[in-house]
């Protein structure tokens, strides 16, 4: 079954209400509800005085109308009593202050008490739950996350790595603690890096945020446990944040659950854009599908204006309807909109539901009750398919808490260059899988490997034998720096990528927000590019009978390459020395995909997004995320699935912010 639904909290509203809530949800098409995240207190009003009564009822409900209901274990949000009993257990900022009761996500996962009081709740409901016919899965607290830094987790950091050293000499070996005297001759004088020790020496610092990595996986594992054993019918999973979120290992993070979940919000009160950039959701249900490399659900789909303290700019008409068929287009498996109704009270009274304060079910409503119709007539079809790119990116986690201990740049991100490079493939209707740096790669004709900072030889390994087989492979600056520890190679750079990629870093120049650099291109096949502007950083590329295909035209280093190409084993590297910006990655994304030998799904104008899904059928996904009509030229015949079952084929019309979902009449199996 295709699941569409949404995420409820009947413990916000009077009972009474809950029928016409219930009667409403069946009116749009829903067949599933999320309930309980954050209903702790209700749940255990006093310490070991449980009350399931009301939810019980409240599931009664909507199951007369053949909703099903995945239920969230409580844990992000602890009731009052709980926290004021057992204060240790709110966890410590980087700054070193306790935070205090009034938000959620408060508490220190390695603290014993508060796992014992996790494992109590989380046991009652599973018991409570484990037969009942309506409850199918279980997300596990919310959005985990939040570094703590409290005297439990300094302890529990010192036993990690006496596991992960083994002795101090080797620890103090990699890390270089030589370095300002720091030479550690007791496991308990390893500190952990708070900010008022000052900067901290990068290999302390990349192994705390493993660590704190580590301990949300344990924490969730301990869950994860009681619900294999006591719900053995039921999935698992967690609602993760997204490609933006920082402070976890999301790949180790999945690597328990039957799938992943995640949070898809595109317009928010913090940032309030005119337009949105569909590349930014595309690229998060990438990385949501790559890391287990299995579709997903949407456990939070956005149903109306987001906001705390601010309210975000509205979803225009049709923006809800198309983001969610964007989630399926990349591979959602589910769809559930967050939240059913507008919460009149606490910090999230602006974050809108589809359902308005008042219970008013308008617009937002209308629009997805259109889609809940749409979805009864081709969910069917959906499940089971999966999207299947020829185009991987790498995601390294040790890399991108590299880079949040040491930018190297006051303007480099690297979530924000490895978008940026993204956006590119995205614009020319390539799908694109976001894998761990050790994944099997040999399905990919092109792999790129943003800013690979931090790089074990397993992983040089693995894009050596990519490469032989014929891949092709792109490498972008900061790569190859870092060993494990976090200290720099002593290579030339780019280390253990030198040799593949056939060239040296002669020296590097980090450039400030005034200053910028140009490249042109010397290759014949980009020549047709005027120059681009090269900023943030230039390294000065000495080729090792590579081919350099730009150069800079600037400064000290005029003439030097910016950008070469290798041939290695059966395949190619290509090396950009520089970041820039979307014009230096579009102009290098056409060659790039042709070198590769791959096509992209359809020709399309911007705005319009393709994708499409496989299983024996073909299906095309067509989306149109302008505010005006386009124009698309197809490629075959196709089945209108959306319009009942006209057959387009040359030019089709895609109305303002809307979508065709069409199946292809050459790969059909009816
Ligand atoms: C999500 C979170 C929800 C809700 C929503 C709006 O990140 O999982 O519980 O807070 O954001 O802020």
Known sequence: MFYFGVDYYPEHWPEERWPEDARLMAEAGFNVVRLAEFAWSRMEPKQGQYDFDWLDRA?????????????????ASPPPWLMARHPDSFRVREDGQRV??????????????????THRIVTRMAEHYADHPAVIGWQIDNEFGDRCYCPVCARAFQDWLRRRYGSLDELNEKWGTIFWSHVYTDWDQIPLPLETGGSPNPGLALDFFRFSSDSYVAYQQMQVDILREKCPEHFVTHNFHGFHYE?????????????VAWDNYQRTGWLLQAQVDPSYAALAHDAMRGLKRQN?????QQA????????SVAPRPGELRLWAYQAIAHGADAVLFFRWRTARFGTEQYWHGLLDHDGHAGRRYQEIKRMGAEIKTIGERLVGSSVKPSVAMILSYDSRFAFQIQANNPGFSYPNHFHQVYRALHRRHVLVDVVAPTADLSSYQLVVAPALHVLPDAVAGNLKRFVAAGGVLVVTPRSGVKDEANAVVNQRLPGLLAELCGVEVEEYDSLGADMYNEVEFTLPELAS??????????????????TAIARYTQDYYAGKPAITLNRFGQGQVVYVGTVGDARLYEALVGWLLNLAGVQEILAVPRGVEVTERWQGDRLLFVLNHAEREQEVTLDGRYVDLLDGSAVLEGRAAVAPRDVLILLDEENAND
Not at 100 to 117: M, S
């Open 59 to 75: 599931i009664d409900i909507l199951t007369s109308h053949d909703i099903r209901v995945v239920l969230g274990t409580p844990t």
């Open 100 to 117: 205090t009761f009034g938000n959620r996500r408060e508490y220190c996962p390695n603290n014993l008490v508060y796992r014992e009081y």
């Open 247 to 259: 402070g976890l290992n999301y790949f180790d993070l999945a690597r328990d659950l039957d799938f």
């Open 296 to 300: 997903f659900w949407v456990m939070e």
């Open 304 to 311: 109306g204006q987001g906001g705390w303290e601010m309210v």
């Open 529 to 546: 590019h005027s120059p681009v502007a090269a900023k943030v950083w230039c390294d000065v590329l000495q080729p090792h009978g590579t």
